[in-house]
């Protein structure tokens, strides 16, 4: 590499952690984590309404999308949390290029990925808001994704690897909640008296409820690749969907629901008193 080329390489990597530490990205990480807190009052609000029997309500974030444009000002709405979600995409981009340098060697490069895994999460968020913006967005789920990739040689042990890698996911939230590592995310202000208390209550049951929805949505994954049947499969909608069908389905989707609301709370909180 010539020095040329290391002093501009330099140069952008100072750019870079300038821009992880600046405040502008603070401002962008609060207004985006209020728009994720929306999203998730709304999933939690189409998952009560899913066990009061209301089954043509979709319960996934394209739902979400789609109940929040029926609100009065509904498109506005809508465009305010796609701008919220892209907000989100760039600071999780910025992050996984520049941030974690507390951390060394492979785990920086673990949260590195992590964030920019989290990017992608919030880009497909993004795209369905504008879609439903646009009118565009279909409210249907994602077996027709599945099926495709069934067909694909060694196709059904994707459908199934990808499925376990959602369970580990969901079951890490699910972790990350009952010991509440989420409040390093926090700053002290936001962790102290009652205000503090609630927020963890908030975070501890939103995470719970949250990773127990994404296992579940990992697990029909896993059954369409192990039966090479592309109707096991389907995003959150078809998850809470099993649940509702199970002994005591309805009082087990309102406890969800309303965790669901509680992550979404709780992003507003973060939002309030991030500590990045």
Known sequence: MSD??????????????????????DVVARVGLVAYGVVHLLLGWLAVQLALGHTE????????????????????????????????????????????RDADGGDRVRKRLMS?????LYGVIALSAVKVAVG????????????????WPGG???????????VGYGMALVRRGWTEKFAESLETEGLVGTSGA??????KVGYIAKGVSIAIVGGLFVLAG??????????LDQALQRVLQAPGGPVALVV??????????????????LDR
């Open 198 to 203: 609630a927020y963890l209550v908030l975070g």
């Open 226 to 235: 192990v039966d090479h049947d592309s109707s096991e499969g389907g995003g």
């Open 57 to 100: 309500k979709n319960a996934s974030t394209t739902g979400a999308m789609h109940e929040l444009a029926t609100q009065p000002f509904g498109t506005a709405l809508v465009w305010a949390v796609a701008v919220g979600m892209f907000l989100l995409v760039v600071w999780r981009v910025v992050e996984a290029l520049f941030g974690h």
């Open 156 to 166: 059904p042990w994707l459908v199934g690897a990808a499925g376990l890698v959602v």
């Open 116 to 120: 920019a895994a989290k990017a992608v």
């Open 4 to 25: 040329a080329t290391q002093d501009a390489a330099d140069q952008a990597d100072e750019l870079g952690r300038r821009a992880e530490r600046s405040d502008a990205l």
């Open 256 to 273: 969800i629901g309303l965790g669901f609301a509680c992550y979404g709370l709780f992003c507003f909180a973060r939002s309030r008193h």
């Open 136 to 151: 565009s967005g279909s409210s249907g789920g994602s077996k027709g994704i599945t099926a495709k990739v069934l067909g």
